[in-house]
């Protein structure tokens, strides 16, 4: 099976699951992710990992609603093991480094630190809390931290019940293009 036919068949078959504590299913969370960042103009890489951010929680051995059983299922490190072996950086260090972003988020910016689902709120404690600034100042220096920090905030927002998106078909092309090898 192709690479791209591989992932799409786990958000056919698995996309079905509840988003965390969320009122929506991880495809449509996933969907409304890859629609923010298309509106905003960004990248095809940033599409891609936008789209696909959350993988690792479909493709984890922890069951339905890990989070709320107080399991971290460390989703971001497992999805990019994954996905590194079909795409390069761009894609997979915005998802490998979002659940960081969202740590120095709730440090630098109040704002959006309301703008948290209980949920969200849940999980951030089992992630370890919000960044102390030493912690913030050495994240924001890495690669592709500006571009995690872009796709938290779409994560964040992408909530909305019953929000109409496109189909996950509309995106394959920006994943197409981002394929390696
Ligand atoms: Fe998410």
Not at 40 to 50: E, H, V, W
Not at 112 to 119: I, N
């Amino acid at each position: 099976m192709s690479p791209l036919n591989e992932i799409f068949a786990v958000y056919i078959n698995r996309g079905g699951s509840a988003y965390g504590g969320e009122r929506i299913n991880q495809l449509e969370h996933a969907l409304q992710t890859a629609l923010l960042a298309e509106q905003a103009g960004a990248d095809a890489p940033l599409i891609a990992a936008s789209l696909l951010h959350d993988y690792g929680h479909l493709i984890h051995d922890f069951g339905a609603g890990a989070a709320g059983r107080g399991i971290d299922d460390r989703h971001e490190v497992l999805r990019a093991a994954k996905l590194s072996a079909f795409f390069g950086d761009a894609v997979t260090m915005p998802v490998r480094l979002h659940v960081e972003a969202k740590r120095f988020l709730c440090a630098s910016d109040a704002a959006y630190a309301k703008t948290l689902s209980p949920a969200s709120i849940r999980s951030l404690e089992l992630q370890g809390g919000p960044f102390n600034s030493a912690e913030c100042a050495g994240f924001i220096k890495r690669s592709f931290a500006a571009d995690s920090v872009k796709l938290r905030r779409w994560d964040e927002a992408a909530k909305r019940y019953g929000l109409q998106t496109p189909a996950l078909q509309h995106f394959r092309s920006y994943l197409e293009a981002c394929l390696i090898g």
